[in-house]
């Protein structure tokens, strides 16, 4: 399976972005699909994680509110709508695909490239 994640860019605090993750080689609507977010100097960090069917969502806390997953299996594309940004949600987003959905990036077997997304207060 291979990822590629898009979307990214430079944008004012409040502001919005979408974030799109489209997959190739698989079959997409068998694997959970997971965003993460690494900062300069930081661990990379969950952020949100949708299922095969898309009937499951999980966000971390820091987000929850802000951001939704969706996915469109007709597509081999999961999005991430970024809303309300801040200033600490300046990183690099890599979405990534598994069989199982979880938290843990050790769930997830494949990973994209990461796209940037920067915040400006």
């Known amino acids: 399976v291979q990822l590629q994640a898009s979307g990214g860019g430079l944008v004012q605090a409040g502001g919005s972005l979408r974030l799109s993750c489209a997959a190739s080689?698989?079959?997409?609507?068998?694997?959970?699909m997971g965003w993460f977010r690494q900062a300069p100097g930081k661990e990379r960090e969950f952020v949100s994680a949708?299922?095969?069917?898309?009937?499951?969502?999980y966000y971390a806390d820091s987000v929850k509110g802000r951001f939704t997953i969706s996915r469109d299996n007709a597509k081999n594309t999961v999005y991430l709508q970024v809303s309300s940004l801040k200033p600490e949600d300046t990183a690099v987003y890599y979405c990534?695909?598994?069989?199982?959905?979880?938290?843990?990036?050790?769930?997830?077997?494949?990973w994209g490239q990461g796209t940037q997304v920067t915040v400006s207060s």
């Open positions: 990534a695909a598994g069989p199982l959905l979880g938290t843990l990036p050790r769930t997830y077997k494949y």
């Open positions: 080689g698989g079959t997409f609507g068998n694997y959970a």
């Open positions: 949708i299922s095969g069917s898309g009937g499951t969502t």
